[in-house]
């Protein structure tokens, strides 16, 4: 013995036996909201289950219902949320009181080699391994069930008769589709995605148990099983270890770790490891550090030679064009099922805000963080560094971009230029959807805005008429005019500043024409610019169009015959339309002209549909002895939305008995069905 050990003697010394009789069957319950000194020994335990697999454990006590501490009201009112006015015996509480509450389990640690439970008795230290630690937290899966019973009240409420309109909807095609074959990637994030977890474990059935408390004879049985059974020396195998090899098992060295250099830079780039990747992993990578960089110094960055077309190719897949200068797009920052690290925000909620922060920055040079802020409703430091991506502070002008316009650049590719403006326009009108806001709130105050003309129905009906009668005159003129031999000279005269006002009242600057020369080879023009030997015959064929259109589809809005108009003009040959342009107020002269009015649709106050969408225009005459459209009209100028039997006693009020296919051809011509709702085509609301 060496001379140290003098001064720390034994003093005593204790076998030690592995107990294995429980060694797969021995949990350790943990209650981490409870105090020690508050146990639930004396507590009715009602029910216990378990998933082994999952190690997932729940136990029902009951409650004290009698205690002084207990609100009475407040468990009855839990209880009448949960299984309402009815009961049978699937309800949660029997008593229509809370008497009793719920504990559900979570795994501690999934390694429990390292932890055993002990007992001393008479000089012996008997341990028994652990198959798990789990902590056992109330359960409120009560209050989902309340949740549920609420929504199954509304939509009863709102549904109303829905069981009959559906069964009034045409059957819709169905498109059968057949999935790729999932790659190895896919298939390791599905199986770690959450939706994955939770149906793994809905998988494992509940194994019901028996609760025996502290004091029962089959817990005070099962303890001695905690204790080894065979404690005859002769049989235990010895240690035969050297001191040596003993403590290296007790404290085996650590196993050298391969470093895994990373395959592409992260804070530090390295441009001669950058340029070992392919050339789209090359620009995605600069861009995800830098954020916003002109094209040229992309170029600079990259090894010589490279192609710019290439460089372009990649560089529109990770990034979008602001002011001439390249951003990297919000979801290679912010990728699927990743959250903010400032404040635990969802991916798919900070790309929508970084993109209305990226979307302002196309609109003007500088924003205000306050204003952004009060749209996105997201926290202060996502917002913050949404700007210090792109932008820097400015004293009394909020944040302006970081980069100066690239001109030359858009000057050089406008065919990437326009692509990258038509994909905004995208982005806009889902923003505009998602925060509920239009473009000219965002518009410069000193920008001319045009004034509001307020013309009724009837006047511009008469306007167009008097326009008709005299192109009418004119042509009459000029034909009258062209004699044999004689040269005519017609002076194109200046148009009235009142033919050139848009009628929409209310509609966008930008909206007010629909330009088609693009489509038709034609230079864009406006309506002023007609002369009088053409006025005739395109007032014509327009009027030709929204009859055959109205007489198809009998209900549409404004923006909706325009875009059919577009489709129209689009299909034909190039150079053979005799239009130029055709702004809103010519298309709405040729609506009332071929027997369609406007219906009044009360829209409500927070819709979010576009003026144009809020124009809705119907065929008024089709020749029947009384067109029954004109009721249906009269019912939605009360309302934008009715049930089927408003419709149905309304009809049968003006009419007598009308018979149930007739309402259906009726409700199939004009209207469209949702949520147990009838609507006028193109006036759903999302």
């Known amino acids: 013995m060496a001379s140290g050990d003098d001064d720390d003697p034994i003093i005593e010394e204790i076998d030690v036996y592995l107990a294995k009789s429980l060694a797969d069957k021995l949990y350790l319950f943990q209650y981490p909201v409870r105090p020690a000194t508050m146990t639930y020994d004396d507590v009715n335990h009602l029910t216990a289950r378990i998933k082994p697999k999952q190690q997932r454990v729940e136990l029902e006590m009951a409650m004290n219902t009698m205690s002084p501490n207990y609100c009475r009201s407040k468990g009855e009112q839990i209880a009448l949320n949960v299984d309402g006015t009815t009961f049978d015996e699937t309800s949660t509480y029997s008593v229509k009181m809370m008497d009793k509450q719920t504990f559900s389990s979570i795994q501690a640690t999934t390694n429990t080699s390292r932890y055993a439970a002990a007992v001393f008795r008479k000089g012996e230290l008997h341990i028994t391994p652990l198959t798990g630690i789990l902590q056992l937290r109330p359960s409120f899966s009560y209050l989902d069930k309340a949740d549920n019973k609420t929504r199954e009240r509304e939509a009863a409420n709102e549904g109303g008769d829905s069981s009959q309109d559906e069964a009034e909807e045409e059957a819709k095609a169905i498109t059968v589709r057949f999935a790729r074959p999932e790659s190895e990637q896919a298939r390791q994030r599905r199986i770690q995605s959450y939706e994955f977890l939770q149906k793994k474990q809905a998988e494992e059935p509940w194994i019901h148990l028996h609760y025996h408390s502290i004091k029962d004879s089959r817990s005070e049985h099962e303890k001695q099983y905690l204790f080894c059974q065979s404690v005859d020396t002769s049989e235990n195998s010895q240690l035969v270890k050297t001191p040596k090899e003993y403590l290296a098992m007790l404290m085996p060295p650590l196993a050298e770790e391969k470093v895994v250099k990373p395959v592409g830079p992260s804070n530090v780039l390295s441009m001669a490891q950058l340029r070992t990747l392919p050339l789209g992993e090359q620009v995605k990578t600069l861009m995800k550090n830098v954020k916003v960089m002109p094209f040229a110094n992309l170029m600079g960055l990259l090894a010589s030679g490279t192609d710019s077309t290439a460089v372009l190719r990649c560089i529109q897949q990770v990034a979008l064009l602001v002011q001439g200068n390249w951003v990297v797009k919000s979801d290679v920052l912010y990728p699927k099922n990743t959250c903010s690290p400032h404040s635990g925000v969802p991916a798919e909620v900070l790309c929508r805000g970084r993109d209305f922060v990226m979307w302002r920055f196309t609109l003007e040079r500088s924003v205000m963080r306050k204003e952004i ?10 917002v913050k560094e949404f700007l210090e991506h792109v932008a820097t502070p400015r004293i009394n002008r909020g944040w302006e971009f970081l980069l100066p316009t690239d001109l030359d650049f858009i000057k050089k590719h406008s065919d990437v230029a326009h692509r990258q403006h038509m994909l905004w326009l995208g982005i806009q009108s889902k923003l505009e959807k998602v925060f509920n806001f239009s473009k000219e709130d965002f518009m410069p ?25 005299e192109n009418k005159l004119s042509l009459q003129k000029d034909l009258d005019a062209k004699r044999p031999g004689s040269t005519i000279h017609i002076k194109q005269e200046p148009t009235s500043d009142k033919e050139d006002e848009p009628m929409d009242t209310s509609c966008h600057p930008s909206s007010s024409y629909i330009p088609n020369g693009t489509v038709n080879g034609y230079p864009s023009v406006t309506s002023s610019s007609f002369d009088h030997t053409n006025g005739n015959s395109s007032s014509q064929e327009l009027q030709d169009f929204v009859i055959k259109t109205f007489r198809k589809h009998f209900v549409l809005t404004l923006n909706e015959l325009k875009r059919l108009m577009n489709l129209h003009l689009a299909s034909m040959p190039v150079g053979q339309s005799i239009f130029h342009s055709i702004s809103d107020h010519m298309l709405q002269d040729a609506i009332l002209l071929c027997h369609c009015k406007q219906i009044m649709v009360p829209f409500p106050a927070q819709s979010t549909a576009a003026p144009d969408e809020q124009k809705v225009f119907g065929l008024w005459e089709t020749g029947e002895d009384f067109d029954k459209r004109r009721l249906l009209y009269d019912v939605f100028t009360k309302n934008y939305r009715v049930r089927r039997q408003v419709i149905q006693t309304r009809l049968a009020q003006e009419l007598g008995d009308v018979s149930k296919a007739d309402v259906d051809r009726l409700l199939k011509e004009c209207c469209s069905s949702h949520g147990g709702m009838w609507y006028l085509k193109g006036t759903i609301q999302s």
């Open 373 to 382: 802020t009060s749209i996105i409703k997201l926290p202060p430091e996502d």
């Open 445 to 469: 105050k000193n920008s001319p805005q045009p004034e509001p003309v307020h013309i009724s129905g009837e006047q511009r009906l008469k306007m167009a008429q008097e326009r008709a009668q």
